[in-house]
C-alpha cells in the first residue's frame, strides 16, 4: 500500500514510525514531512494547507490510504476532497472537524446535549463582552472562536487582564478572524487529562491516557507552548473516572454529533478536567493531540494501520485495540529561546540506538545533515514498567541528543508522580 500523510510535526513523525510497522505498507509520502520525519517517509514540499495541491498529488502518486493529522486541513475539508476522489481517508470531515473549529459550536454542542463543560457566554459584540465582564466571576478564561495555533486561550486572573484579552482578541484581531467571536467561561480546577480516542461514529474506544506539560518553565510556570513533555498513563485517570467519563463525555459526544448529521470518524480528543464535580470537557480536538501523540501511540500493541482503517470502513466495533500496561514519558527539546524567538541551523545528533523512539518537530536536512528549524525540535520517549523508569530513561535519552541552544523542561512527569494513584 501506499500511503500518504498529512502534516508535518512529532505526531506526523510518531504516526509514521507506527504505520511503517504494517507489512503491507511499501511507500510513505509526507507532506510536507520535516528533515527528521525523512528517515522514515519520503517527504514532499507540499503544505498541509494546501488541498488542492494535496488531492492532485495523491491522485497523481494513485496513494491508497490518507491520513490527515492536522487540525487546519481537517477543518479546511482536507477529507471531503479525498474521499470525492475515490482515496480512503483517517480523518473526520469539515462538518465534523467543526467541533475544534469553532469553540462556540463545541460549547453549544455540550450544553444542548448536556455534557459536561465550563459554563459559558458567547459574545460577537465586544461591547457586549466587556459589559459581561463587568459582573463576571474572576477568574475568567477567554477563547477565540476559531483555531489560532493552540494560542487562542486566555486566563484572566483580574478583572483587566480579561478586558484587555476581549479587546485584544476582538480589537486588536490578535487571533485575526478566529477571534471575532469569543467564549468567555468558567474558570475550572483540577488536574487535567488527555484522552484521545478512535471513533467510526457508532463505537468509541480511548486510547490510554495521557498528560501535557504546557507551560515552558519547570514547574508550570511561563509562557504557554505547543507542549513540552508528556507521560501516559495519566494517574488522575482512575478506572472510576474513566467509567465516568465514558458515559457522560465519550459517548454523548458521538451521538450527538451523529443527531447533528455531523458524523466523526477519526481521532476525537477529548481535554478533560477532573474537577471536584465530576470530570469536565476543556476542549475537543479533531485530531490526535501534540506531543500527546508521541507517548499514547508507542504504546498501542494492535498495529494502528489496522485500526484506522477499521474507523474509515466503520467497523471499529469488530477489532480488539490493544495497549501496552507499561508507562511512556516524551520530553521534548526546544530551540532556547522558544515560545518567542530563537535561532535555528544548528546541527542535531541522534545516537542511532534510540532514533526509533525520537520523534522530530523542527528539523530540516541542510548539506546532508539534520539541523533545527524549528521551536519545539524534538521529543524522546522511552517506555518502562513504571513512571518513574520511563521519566529517568527519557532524560536518559535527552542527555545524549546534542544540538546547541537546546532546551527542555527538566520536570516532565513529576506533576504525575505526585498524583495520590501513583504507588
Ligand atoms: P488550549 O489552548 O485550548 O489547549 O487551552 C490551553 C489551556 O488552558 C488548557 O490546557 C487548560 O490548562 C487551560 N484552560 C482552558 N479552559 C480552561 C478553563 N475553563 N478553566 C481553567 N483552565 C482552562
Ligand atoms: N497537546 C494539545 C494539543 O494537541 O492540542
Same mark, same amino acid.
Given at each position: 500500500?501506499?500511503?500518504?500523510?498529512?502534516?508535518?510535526?512529532?505526531?506526523?513523525?510518531?504516526?509514521?514510525?507506527?504505520?511503517?510497522?504494517?507489512?503491507?505498507?511499501?511507500?510513505?509520502?509526507?507532506?510536507?514531512?520535516?528533515?527528521?520525519?525523512?528517515?522514515?517517509?519520503?517527504?514532499?514540499?507540499?503544505?498541509?494547507?494546501?488541498?488542492?495541491?494535496?488531492?492532485?498529488?495523491?491522485?497523481?502518486?494513485?496513494?491508497?490510504?490518507?491520513?490527515?493529522?492536522?487540525?487546519?486541513?481537517?477543518?479546511?475539508?482536507?477529507?471531503?476532497?479525498?474521499?470525492?476522489?475515490?482515496?480512503?481517508?483517517?480523518?473526520?470531515?469539515?462538518?465534523?472537524?467543526?467541533?475544534?473549529?469553532?469553540?462556540?459550536?463545541?460549547?453549544?454542542?455540550?450544553?444542548?446535549?448536556?455534557?459536561?463543560?465550563?459554563?459559558?457566554?458567547?459574545?460577537?459584540?465586544?461591547?457586549?463582552?466587556?459589559?459581561?465582564?463587568?459582573?463576571?466571576?474572576?477568574?475568567?478564561?477567554?477563547?477565540?472562536?476559531?483555531?489560532?495555533?493552540?494560542?487562542?486561550?486566555?486566563?484572566?486572573?483580574?478583572?483587566?487582564?480579561?478586558?484587555?484579552?476581549?479587546?485584544?482578541?476582538?480589537?486588536?484581531?490578535?487571533?485575526? $478572524?478566529?477571534? =471575532?467571536?469569543?467564549?468567555?467561561?468558567?474558570?475550572? &480546577?483540577?488536574?487535567? %487529562?488527555?484522552? +484521545?480516542?478512535? /471513533? !467510526?461514529?457508532?463505537?468509541?474506544?480511548?486510547?490510554?491516557?495521557?498528560?501535557?506539560?504546557?507551560?515552558?518553565?519547570?514547574?508550570?510556570?511561563?509562557?504557554?507552548?505547543?507542549?513540552?513533555?508528556?507521560?501516559?498513563?495519566?494517574?488522575?485517570?482512575?478506572?472510576?473516572?474513566?467509567?465516568?467519563?465514558?458515559?457522560?463525555?465519550?459517548?454523548?459526544?458521538?451521538?450527538?454529533?451523529?443527531?447533528?448529521?455531523?458524523?466523526?470518524?477519526?481521532?476525537?480528543?477529548?481535554?478533560?478536567?477532573?474537577?471536584?464535580?465530576?470530570? $469536565?470537557?476543556? =476542549?475537543?480536538?479533531?485530531?490526535?493531540?501534540?506531543? &500527546?501523540?508521541?507517548? %499514547?501511540?508507542? +504504546?498501542?500493541? /494492535? !498495529?494502528?494501520?489496522?485500526?484506522?482503517?477499521?474507523?474509515?470502513?466503520?467497523?471499529?466495533?469488530?477489532?480488539?485495540?490493544?495497549?501496552?500496561?507499561?508507562?511512556?514519558?516524551?520530553?521534548?527539546?526546544?530551540?532556547?529561546?522558544?515560545?518567542?524567538?530563537?535561532?535555528?541551523?544548528?546541527?542535531?545528533?541522534?545516537?542511532?540506538?534510540?532514533?526509533?523512539?525520537?520523534?522530530?518537530?523542527?528539523?530540516?536536512?541542510?548539506?546532508?545533515?539534520?539541523?533545527?528549524?524549528?521551536?519545539?525540535?524534538?521529543?524522546?520517549?522511552?517506555?518502562?514498567?513504571?513512571?518513574?523508569?520511563?521519566?529517568?530513561?527519557?532524560?536518559?535519552?535527552?542527555?545524549?541528543?546534542?544540538?546547541?541552544?537546546?532546551?527542555?523542561?527538566?520536570?516532565?512527569?513529576?506533576?504525575?508522580?505526585?498524583?495520590?494513584?501513583?504507588?
Amino acid at each position: 500500500m501506499k500511503i500518504l500523510v498529512v502534516g508535518g510535526g512529532g505526531r506526523e513523525h510518531a504516526i509514521i514510525t507506527k504505520i511503517k510497522q504494517n507489512k503491507n505498507v511499501e511507500k510513505i509520502f509526507a507532506l510536507p514531512g520535516n528533515g527528521g520525519i525523512a528517515r522514515d517517509a519520503e517527504c514532499v514540499n507540499i503544505g498541509a494547507k494546501d488541498i488542492d495541491a494535496i488531492v492532485s498529488f495523491a491522485v497523481e502518486n494513485a496513494i491508497d490510504y490518507c491520513i490527515v493529522a492536522p487540525d487546519d486541513p481537517l477543518v479546511l475539508g482536507c477529507v471531503d476532497a479525498l474521499e470525492e476522489k475515490g482515496i480512503p481517508c483517517f480523518g473526520p470531515k469539515a462538518n465534523a472537524a467543526i467541533i475544534e473549529g469553532s469553540k462556540v459550536f463545541a460549547k453549544n454542542l455540550m450544553k444542548k446535549y448536556g455534557i459536561p463543560t465550563a459554563e459559558y457566554e458567547t459574545f460577537d459584540d465586544m461591547d457586549a463582552a466587556l459589559k459581561y465582564l463587568e459582573t463576571a466571576p474572576i477568574p475568567t478564561v477567554i477563547k477565540a472562536d476559531g483555531l489560532a495555533l493552540g494560542k487562542g486561550v486566555i486566563i484572566a486572573f483580574t478583572r483587566e487582564e480579561a478586558i484587555d484579552a476581549v479587546k485584544s482578541m476582538m480589537c486588536d484581531k490578535a487571533f485575526g $478572524k478566529s477571534g =471575532e467571536r469569543i467564549v468567555v467561561e468558567e474558570f475550572l &480546577e483540577g488536574p487535567e %487529562v488527555s484522552v +484521545l480516542s478512535f /471513533t !467510526d461514529g457508532k463505537t468509541v474506544v480511548p486510547m490510554i491516557s495521557s498528560m501535557d506539560h504546557k507551560r515552558i518553565g519547570d514547574n508550570d510556570t511561563g509562557l504557554n507552548t505547543g507542549g513540552m513533555g508528556t507521560v501516559a498513563p495519566n494517574p488522575y485517570y482512575t478506572p472510576a473516572v474513566a467509567k465516568e467519563c465514558m458515559e457522560k463525555i465519550f459517548l454523548p459526544t458521538v451521538n450527538a454529533m451523529n443527531a447533528e448529521g455531523r458524523k466523526f470518524k477519526g481521532c476525537l480528543y477529548f481535554g478533560l478536567m477532573i474537577t471536584k464535580d465530576g470530570p $469536565k470537557v476543556i =476542549e475537543y480536538n479533531c485530531r490526535f493531540g501534540d506531543p &500527546e501523540t508521541q507517548v %499514547v501511540l508507542p +504504546l498501542l500493541e /494492535t !498495529d494502528l494501520l489496522t485500526v484506522m482503517q477499521a474507523v474509515t470502513e466503520e467497523r471499529l466495533g469488530d477489532i480488539e485495540v490493544k495497549f501496552s500496561d507499561k508507562h511512556a514519558c516524551c520530553v521534548i527539546m526546544a530551540s532556547k529561546g522558544y515560545p518567542e524567538s530563537y535561532e535555528k541551523g544548528f546541527e542535531i545528533t541522534i545516537p542511532e540506538s534510540i532514533a526509533n523512539n525520537v520523534f522530530v518537530a523542527g528539523g530540516a536536512i541542510k548539506e546532508g545533515k539534520l539541523v533545527t528549524s524549528g521551536g519545539r525540535v524534538l521529543g524522546a520517549t522511552a517506555i518502562a514498567e513504571t513512571l518513574n523508569d520511563a521519566i529517568k530513561a527519557s532524560y536518559a535519552m535527552v542527555e545524549s541528543i546534542n544540538f546547541e541552544n537546546s532546551y527542555y523542561r527538566r520536570d516532565i512527569g513529576a506533576r504525575a508522580l505526585k498524583a495520590p494513584e501513583v504507588k
